[in-house]
């Protein structure tokens, strides 16, 4: 009984590893999952109530469709428990960092099921993740957006004047060292895609989710 209940109930206690904005937002998550849980006996309790009154002719085609309602939004809230604990919760215990806050954004939105109580603890944690992300990245990294790259075309020649020289500019300063909130005695390895440093037991990389090779 107690597995089952803990593959669907996330443990209310975070991994004493986790950086501070990461156990908050995992806690908000937590709470946000134990929201999606009450209002599926909430919802439960108004369905239940709903047909019982339209079956006894205490109420017309406004108690059936509230009734019939209530089961959906009831199994919209459990299902989103469920899948929530697996992406979100499980996914931080893991050191998934950026695939659970990109899985937050969706259970934010059926978060509306449960008169978006667990929405707001959900944005939270996505905030909460944003935050903790952003501090590994590096001092002076700046990605290329999608579509800022583009491939000149050859052009045909023409007899025009030679371009004049361009005026001689100062090399680009380096960037300063990127500093990172890990314990200087925590085994570090560095992504091979966008070069942060993360501690070796995660299983990705919290900046861009490139897996560690």
Not at 115 to 130: D, N, R
Not at 149 to 154: F, I, T
């Amino acid at each position: 009984m107690s597995s089952a209940l803990g593959s669907i109930i996330a443990s209310g206690s975070s991994p004493p590893w986790l950086p501070r904005d990461v156990a908050e937002g995992r806690r908000f998550a937590w709470w946000g999952e134990l929201m999606f849980l009450l209002w599926v006996l909430g919802w439960f309790i108004i369905s239940i109530v709903a047909l019982t009154l339209y079956a006894v002719g205490n109420g017309g085609v406004g108690m059936l469709l509230l009734g019939l309602i209530g089961l959906i939004a009831m199994v919209i809230c459990f299902m989103s428990a469920v899948f929530m604990k697996r992406t979100v919760i499980d996914a931080i215990d893991q050191g998934k960092f950026h695939e659970a806050k990109n899985d937050t954004i969706i259970w934010i939105m059926f978060g509306f099921a449960g008169f978006a109580l667990p929405s707001i603890l959900l944005i939270l944690t996505y905030v909460k993740l944003g935050d903790a992300i952003g501090s590994q990245t590096p001092v002076g990294y700046m990605p290329y957006s999608p579509g800022t790259v583009a491939v000149q075309q050859p052009q045909a020649h023409q007899h025009t004047a030679p371009p004049a020289p361009a005026p001689v500019q100062a090399p680009p300063q380096a960037a300063p060292p990127a500093h990172h909130q890990y314990h200087p005695a925590t085994p570090m390895v560095r992504c091979k895609n966008c070069s942060v440093q993360f501690p070796t037991f995660m299983h990705t990389c919290p900046n861009c989710g490139a897996p560690k090779e």
